[in-house]
Nanobody, 117 residues
Framework: QVQLVESGGGLVQDGGSLRLSCAAS????????MGWYRQDPGKKRELVAS???????YYVDSVKGRFTISRDNAKNTVYLQMNSLKPEDTAVYYC???????????WGQGTQVTVSS
């Protein structure tokens, strides 16, 4: 089992920055992929960014060049640095751990990010 605790959400103005953190506890494996999803009410949850233990990253097109995902393997923590935030980035952001070659996934409780125009 893996427990995920997120922090760092909040209210920011258009063009501002926020940094999300997610600390994982429990049994983690080096092959686990860590990532961030977001969901706006009435919309489908979407993958924003992910990172493997060796640093390979993925970003959805809408955040490329603005968001940076990073990971501290020693602390089992994943971060999402969000710059140049836009109102359309407003959503609940969820931390995620996916077991490689498995259907097992773990979710955090979510943290609200609101960008005002």
């Amino acid at each position: 089992q893996v427990q995920l605790v997120e922090s760092g959400g909040g209210l920011v103005q258009d063009g501002g920055s926020l940094r999300l953190s997610c600390a994982a506890s429990g049994t983690m494996f080096s092959s686990d992929v860590m990532g961030w999803y977001r969901q706006d009410p009435g919309k489908k949850r979407e993958l924003v960014a992910s990172i493997t233990s060796n640093g390979r990253t993925y970003y959805v097109d809408s955040v490329k060049g603005r968001f940076t995902i990073s990971r501290d393997n020693a602390k089992n923590t994943v971060y999402l640095q969000m710059n140049s935030l836009k109102p359309e980035d407003t959503a609940v952001y969820y931390c995620n751990v996916r077991r490689d070659l498995s259907t097992t996934v773990y979710w955090g409780q979510g943290t609200q990010v609101t960008v005002s125009s």
